[in-house]
């Protein structure tokens, strides 16, 4: 076969090409930092690749799902304490008053703390996170009491109960759902109901029970604050319980992401100390190519002109 020198010519600019984006494609990885700079370049590891980063989207939107879980369960928290404080008092006001030396306008100066703190419990019932009412079941832009007249008070007769007792519930991982609100339109009904009875028997116990002295009709409400208490305490019990599953699933979200991103990497990133040797070897083999070739390449005409 007769090798012409075209064809020496033609077949060293074909290696020197070769050589060229080889080291074009180390210097491209190089600065990108990843071996995948275009699809082809690894199909598989492409393939995989997207699944990872799906994951990791997936990973941030429940950790976001997670931050609104805690926003309301620590809200519902902070809720429960203020009503179990309330009713505290509430109890200790009532022991007071069932002692028969109070006069009546004791006993309406005693009526007057319970009613502010009727109000002070149906504020709680209102609490919002951002524009959400947390005690309104799924009715979230509704209060879940409300008065018809402007300036609404304990007394106001007007007030509804709205709202429902249905969960809320927010997905913090794939197919695994959690219910971040507690049945508050139940539990500050019966609260609420109570204090009623507990304002009508400091304003009229006569009424209530005739024959019966007013110590005892208030002081036979005792156990029915004893049981508004225990309420509050299980429904709080159940906010923790819910608090420590979110922890759980929080340190199950962290280490999904750690584990995600290190395959991520070992899939994608660049290894430097093997890239930036593959490439000091390629530019070695480039340069043995072009010294080599200039020798090869016979001279042209216009070097036996000099």
């Known amino acids: 076969m007769r090798v012409t020198q075209s064809m020496l010519s033609n077949n060293l600019l074909r290696n020197l090409n070769t050589s060229n984006s080889k080291m074009g494609k180390l210097q491209e990885q190089l600065s990108s930092g990843s071996k ?16 990872y980063r799906t994951t990791l989207d997936k990973n941030s939107q429940f950790t976001r799902n997670m931050n609104e879980v805690n926003s309301w369960l620590d809200a519902s928290d902070d809720a429960m304490g203020q009503v179990g404080g309330a009713l505290k008092r509430v109890q200790e006001i009532v022991t007071q008053a069932a002692n028969d030396t109070n006069t009546d306008e004791d006993r309406e100066k005693i009526k007057a703390e319970i009613d502010q703190i009727r109000q002070q419990l149906r504020d709680v019932a209102n609490t919002q996170i951002g524009d959400k009412y947390i005690f309104s079941g799924t009715k979230t832009l509704d209060p879940l009491f409300t008065s018809s007249s402007a300036n609404s008070s304990a007394g106001d007769t007007n007030i509804t109960l709205n709202g429902n007792s249905k969960s809320v519930s927010v997905e913090v991982y794939d197919g695994v759902t959690l219910d971040v609100n507690v049945d508050g339109k139940t539990l500050f009904s019966k609260i609420d109901n109570l204090m ?32 508004g208490q225990e309420d509050v305490l299980t429904v709080r019990a159940t906010v923790g319980a819910k608090q420590n599953r979110v922890d759980m699933m929080t340190d199950r979200l962290s280490s999904q992401k750690i584990s995600v991103t290190k ?4 899939n994608e990133d660049v290894d430097y100390e093997e890239s930036i040797t593959n490439l ?5 083999i480039h340069r043995a190519a072009l010294s080599v070739g200039g020798k090869i390449i016979q001279p042209t005409l216009v070097d036996f002109i000099r």
Not at 40 to 51: E, I
Not at 197 to 217: E, F, P, R, Y
Not at 263 to 266: G, K, L, V
């Open 36 to 51: 995948l700079t275009r699809p082809s370049d690894d199909p598989v590891a492409t393939v995989k690749g997207m699944g």
């Open 280 to 284: 000091i070897t390629e530019d070695s």
């Open 263 to 266: 395959q991520m990497s070992n």
């Open 196 to 227: 009623e009875k507990v304002q009508s028997a400091l304003q009229d116990t006569d009424a209530l029970n005739a024959g019966t002295t007013s110590g005892t009709v208030i002081g036979n409400l005792l156990g029915d604050i004893s049981k």
